[in-house]
Each structure stands twice: as C-alpha cells, then as structure tokens.
C-alpha cells in the first residue's frame, strides 16, 4: 500500500485476527468515540492499492482479497463479507 491504508487492511496484514472482528463489529475506541475511524463495513469496502514508482497501477485489493492472502480464519473472511 502506498499510504494510509485501513485499519482492517493493516490489521489483516499483521495477522491480528481479534483488531480486525473488533473493526468488522465497530468495536474499536476510535469507532465508539466517533474519533474519524470509518465504520467496520465501510472499512471492509475500501479499495486498498499500491502503484509503481512511475505512478502506474501495481495491485489494488479489497480487505477479503487480503484476508485471503493473508490467510485470515473463515470466521473473518464470513464477518467480511456479511
């Protein structure tokens, strides 16, 4: 990712299972106080992506196609989609 990946994104990506059910369910400090954190299922439909040095398109994925990457239980990859 080039910069300010999600929560649920860099969660994912560090393999902490529980942050990222707390994101999906909005159960996160920064989500109960309102704090500019975008709701969990906003957060499961944002495009993630990373571009070349010159500026081009390198790879763009959404928080399921990380989850599966990054190989996320089926109970995460279910909270995802739902």
């Known amino acids: ?3 300010n990946p999600s929560q649920l994104y860099l969660a994912l ?3 902490r299972v ?4 707390d994101i ?11 704090l500019k954190e975008p709701r969990g299922y906003e957060q499961a439909n944002t495009w993630i992506f990373r ?3 010159d500026g081009r ?3 763009r994925m959404l928080p399921i196609h990380a ?9 995460v990859v279910k ?4």
């Not at 999906?24 to 309102?34: M, P, V």
């Not at 989850?67 to 109970?75: H, K, S, Y």
């Open 1 to 3: 990712y080039d910069c």
């Open 13 to 15: 990506y560090q393999q």
């Open 18 to 21: 529980g942050y990222a059910l």
């Open 24 to 34: 999906l369910n909005d159960r996160t400090r920064e989500q109960i106080a309102d």
């Open 51 to 53: 571009n070349e040095p």
């Open 57 to 59: 398109l390198r790879w």
């Open 67 to 75: 989850a599966v990457i990054f190989g996320a239980p089926l109970n």
């Open 79 to 82: 909270r995802i989609i739902q």
